[in-house]
Structure formats: structure tokens, C-alpha cells
């Protein structure tokens, strides 16, 4: 069976895709570049889709700085990347938030999902360690499932679509132990919101802390910082 | 009050757009390129935005032509533009669908109205002279309002999004009648899914014929033609 993986070029949306890949789906990758600033990550995704396997890696562009409204996406006052918080207990929305991400993501998944006959769609979000973004809650989730299927010509001859979210009750940590033991390499992924002119890793963004406290947690080494 | 207006540059999201504007929204004109075969419909948006004096038209592209699966943009085998239907009593949803494309203008009419402070999005969606579309149905818009609310940080702190669909239970000759009684120019409009390469519309696509239809039950001439 097909699946429709969004994939990042992250550690999450690798992890995720490998889980569902190792249920037997096959994966059918979806990489946007939406103008983020750290278009690298999609260098990233085209390393771990090759790494992957999957059947396909497609890649769209839409770009979200005519938008704006995000550190991600502009360099409008008001929106400078966070730097040296403490992850474990920031609870609010950061400027890192893209208004309507996932949605936007999610609805292109499901275009090529129903072109390609594909009822089921990945994604990895994680609404425990997270960034407090609302577009990674199950009840959005869930709620995004019921447009698939009302709003799409299969859905109305009877198809469900379902959005996987493998990890979306994990901690860092624990994605991070699941991948290893999935034999994933870590050192493919992307995952600094801001890396400078060399692509290394800020290590100071929410992104980079959180993945820091996730190897830290996993005991285990992150192949980016050791090269 | 600001409203998002999603504008093809087609006689219904014009209308949309002057009905929500004679309610005294200020309109902030989405426009969206996806690689469509009547790609001439952005020039109508933008004479359309012009003459609607919109505060803003925003044109975003995506090339939904590596998805496909639609006769709007794919030229494989099967998707042939329908020509000489019976629009009054066909039923299927045609090969002119093009999956989860409601679903995807309105993730990025969400994300823009949210870095706006919009919280009104207009869809010149119609459920009664329509071509069987899934995702023109009250279901699927409520469905999306839904996920609106969920998946963004306005929603989260209380905002409810709103999706208009003005034109949902009207006709096509109702909504040419409001129209023309609102001063509208339908000359500025364009309709046609495969206009020649003069750009005049062909005259029996379910577009040019359910256009052709709602003109002569309205009594009224269209400008198009007689040009």
C-alpha cells in the first residue's frame, strides 16, 4: 500500500516515514520549499528520501515570504529566530510558527495522495516535545481527516483517508530511540532553523535544543555534532 | 473588516467578492496560480481585483501540474475536457476536478488571513449550478472552518475563522442576476477551461455552457459573447 510521506529533511518526518515504511507501506515522499530560511533542510530530505527507498520523492514550491507572518519565512521587525530558551518549559507559540504549515502541507499531501490512489498520509508531528504549535495537535489532526474525506472525489465514492502521526505521543527522546533501533542515520537530517553560511548547526534555536535534549535524553550521540 | 477573497478571475468569485464587499468587508484578493490550462483566468483576476478596488491582490503559484490527475492540469490520456454535456442533468464529478484543490487555496486563504488579522475567507463555492465538485459542498466548507480554528495560533487564542460561501445555494442565473444588479462587469470575467490561443472562450466546455445557461435564465446578454 502507498503512502504519501511529508518529508522535511527533519529527524521527526525520517523517523516517522521509517516507522510506517516498517508497517509495510510503501512511502511516496512530499518535500516543500516554502521559502524557509533554512532551505538546506531540503538538501536534507533529499539525502534520507534516497536513504528512505521510497518510490518517489516529490517536490513542490510554494512560497510562503509573500505570506509572511513567521521568523521561518521573513525578516520583517518582530521576527528574529528564538535563541537560549528553555525548551522544557516554553509553552508559548514561538515566531518559528508559519501560519496555517501543516494545513497548506497537508493539502497538497492529499492531492497527490488521490491522484496516486494513496488513502493514507504521513506526518511527523509530536505534540509532546514540541514547539507548541497548534497545527501539531490530534484534534487538528483529526480534524483534517474529515475535510480529506468530504472534500476529494474518493472521499465521496467511500474512501477514508487516514493521517498518521507515529509520533505524535513520543518524546524527543523516545523518536530518537525508535529510529536508531529502525537503524536510521541521523547524520542526514536537518534540523537547525538558522544555520549559518556553512550549514552547521546554530545549536542555540528551539530546533537545535530540543534535538540536543532529545540525544541527551536518548543517550545517545548526534552524528551532526560529532562531524 | 478585512476578508480574504479568493479570486480566480471566473464570474462567481468576482460576485463572492462584491456580495462580501457590499457587506463592508475591506477585500485582500487571493489569486492562485496552479499551473492551470486556463492560465488567462490571472489576467481576468487581475482587471477583476482592479475594478473591485481590492486593498491588495496577492498572486501565489503552485504548479499543480506535478500532481495532476486533473484534464485542467495534466495532458495524459483520460483527462480530456469534457465539451457538449448536458450540465443540467450531469451528475459525476468530471475530469475537470482537480483533487483537494478547494482543500489548498483555502490552507493558504487561512495563512494569510491569520498574518492579517482576517478572520473572514470568501469562496465563490456554488452547491446547485456547479460541476459536481466535492469540495463545493456546505459539508466540506464547515469541515474546514473546523480545521481552521484548530490548526492556527488565532484559533488558539479564541479566534473562529469564518468561510463565506455567498453563492453555495444560489443558481447560476441568481447569481448572474445579484451580480449585474450590483454593477458588475462580467466582461472582465473569464470562464472557459481551454480557451483557443486567441483566448476566446470555446464555447462548450461545462464551464462555457453552465455560464451560457445561467446568462439566458437570467434574461441578460453576456458581454463576452457579444464581444
Redesign the interface.
Known amino acids: 500500500m502507498r503512502a504519501v510521506v511529508l518529508l522535511s529533511g527533519g529527524l521527526d518526518s525520517y523517523t516517522a516515514a521509517a516507522i510506517v515504511r516498517a508497517e509495510g507501506f510503501e512511502l511516496y515522499a512530499l518535500t516543500i520549499g516554502y521559502g524557509q530560511r533554512h532551505a538546506s533542510e531540503l538538501d536534507s530530505a533529499r539525502r534520507v528520501a534516497r536513504s528512505l527507498g521510497v518510490a518517489r520523492h ?1 517536490e ?5 515570504r ?4 513567521s521568523s521561518l519565512t521573513s525578516d520583517a521587525p518582530g521576527f528574529d529566530i528564538p535563541r537560549d530558551r528553555d525548551v522544557a518549559v516554553a509553552a508559548d ?1 514561538p515566531s518559528t ?8 502541507f ?3 499531501a ?3 495522495a ?2 496516486i490512489a494513496a488513502r493514507d498520509i504521513v506526518i511527523g508531528v509530536n505534540a509532546l516535545d514540541y514547539s507548541g504549535y ?2 501539531c ?1 490530534p ?2 489532526i483529526r ?2 481527516e ?3 474525506s ?4 474518493a ?2 465514492e467511500g474512501a477514508r483517508f487516514r493521517i498518521h502521526t507515529p509520533l505524535i505521543a513520543l518524546s524527543k527522546a523516545e523518536i530518537i530511540r525508535r529510529g536508531l533501533a529502525l537503524g536510521l542515520d541521523y547524520g542526514l537530517t536537518h534540523s537547525c532553523y538558522d544555520p549559518g553560511a556553512s550549514g552547521a548547526p546554530c545549536g542555540r534555536c528551539d530546533s537545535c535544543l530540543l534535538r540536543a535534549k532529545g540525544f541527551a535524553e536518548a543517550g545517545a550521540a548526534d552524528p551532526l555534532v560529532l562531524r
Chains 1, 2 share one sequence.
Open positions: 516529490l513542490l514550491a510554494i512560497d510562503l509573500a505570506i509572511g507572518g507559540i510558527y508559519v501560519p496555517a504549515r501543516n494545513t497548506i497537508l493539502s497538497l492529499l492531492g497527490w488521490e491522484v497548534p497545527d495537535r484534534e487538528f480534524a483534517f474529515t475535510v480529506a468530504l472534500g476529494t472525489r472521499g465521496v
